[in-house]
């Protein structure tokens, strides 16, 4: 296990419908590098995963509603994907307010395959160069962002990734990346 993240909490922004590997795989990564992790909610009790979108995976508990914490609790944030979970979370007010509160400290952020629909519609891709899931490219590129499509894409203090594949470059990159802490402030 290293040590590279010990002493950093890193929220974890998820909902129903998250894509269970998406969700499990950084988690593990930033655990084993020493970060302490907290599933932030649009609700309260646990959240059911999926696998492959289609099929319910395990459920999981959350920590503390989005609503209820505060950017300055924390180091690093990951946003994973699955379709419907990003849906969902760029519909909720708190969720859309704490990643951009998120995004404009400098603080970084991980995301991979769908997202981004969060980031855009919490209008933080303006100039910025990501990759997503290929149904997610078009939104961004209308929210002003860029796209490249290849496995793992940073840009200031946004990492970006495109799908469950790439999860192995997207985990290390993530590491890196909450470990070197940058702050890029946006505002």
Avoid at 81 to 104: Q, W
Avoid at 173 to 186: D, K, L, S, W
Wanted: proline share 5%.
């Amino acid at each position: 296990m290293s040590t590279e993240l010990n002493g950093r909490r890193v929220a974890v922004l998820a909902t129903d419908g998250v894509e269970q590997v998406e969700l499990t795989e950084p988690v593990q990564a930033v655990e084993q590098a020493g970060a302490t992790t907290e599933l932030l909610s649009i609700k309260e009790g646990s959240i059911q995963a999926m696998n492959h979108d289609t099929e319910k995976a395990d459920t999981f508990p959350v920590d503390k509603q989005v609503s209820q914490a505060s950017v300055d609790d924390y180091d690093a944030l990951l946003l994973p994907g699955g379709t419907t979970n990003p849906d969902k979370l760029r519909m909720d007010a708190s969720a859309v307010a704490f990643v951009k509160s998120f995004v404009s400290s400098g603080k970084p952020v991980g995301v991979i395959c769908h997202g981004p629909w969060t980031l855009v519609e919490a209008d933080v891709v303006r100039g910025r160069t990501l990759t997503s899931w290929p149904s997610v490219r078009a939104d961004i590129r209308n929210a002003g962002g860029r796209v490249i499509d290849q496995e793992v894409v940073v840009d200031g203090n946004i990492t970006s990734s495109r799908n469950p594949d790439d999860l192995p470059a997207f985990c290390r990159e993530v590491v890196t990346q909450f470990a070197e802490g940058r702050q890029h402030a946006t505002t």
